[in-house]
């Protein structure tokens, strides 16, 4: 179970740019036909390619245990899952006005949501069958209830900022800020739990 030596080492990057002003009219149009035009077709297209991913994680976890190397076409390919569905969410949730494209590529002119982690050459075995047996007790537990608290946090920040894009067109910045740091936590813990790295996920969302 390897560390970082600070978060910026740490293989699971992810970041928003900082919106200066955001559309009212985008707001009401996500909050209340967000579900037509962005939860029906990308939902449906998510919802099946999770499917895929789930399978796909699947057959990894058996490659990791026997040759300790997750496939990097199958790496590849639920790493862009979890950037499309990253991007989906960041649209939905007000942070960006940026409709989200309908893939999971990197690079994305345009998208100001960035998310990446560093393919791991190999990975340890023990490490992962510690991860399924024990994972709830040593990443859960102490990662979940810091994470569930977080979670409500941001959830009220989330409706506050709903109110302060509609009067000002502006998502407050520390507030900004403090979910997106939540979001970073969240994944970096998601990475691990997932086996896409071996490094435990430090106790901070900060980059």
Known sequence: MGNAQNTGDYP??????????LSRGTLLLKTFLGWL??????????????????????IAWWAVLFTGRYPRGIFDFVISYMRWSIRVGA????????????????????????FSVDYPES??????????FFGWLYVG??????LFFLGIAAGIIQFIAWWAILFNARYPQGMFEFVINYWRWSLRVNAYMAFLTDIYPPFTGEE
């Open 12 to 21: 699971v990057r992810f970041s928003m740019d900082y919106p200066e002003s």
């Open 37 to 58: 035009y962005v939860g029906i077709p990308h939902g449906i297209i998510l919802a099946l390619y999770g499917i895929a991913v789930g399978v796909m994680e699947f």
């Open 91 to 114: 649209y939905t949730g007000f942070f960006t006005d940026s409709y989200p494209p309908f893939n999971g590529d990197e690079n994305v002119e345009g998208s100001p949501v960035r």
């Open 123 to 132: 990975l340890s075995r023990g490490t992962l069958l510690l991860r399924a």
């Open 141 to 146: 537990i102490p990662h979940g209830i810091i």
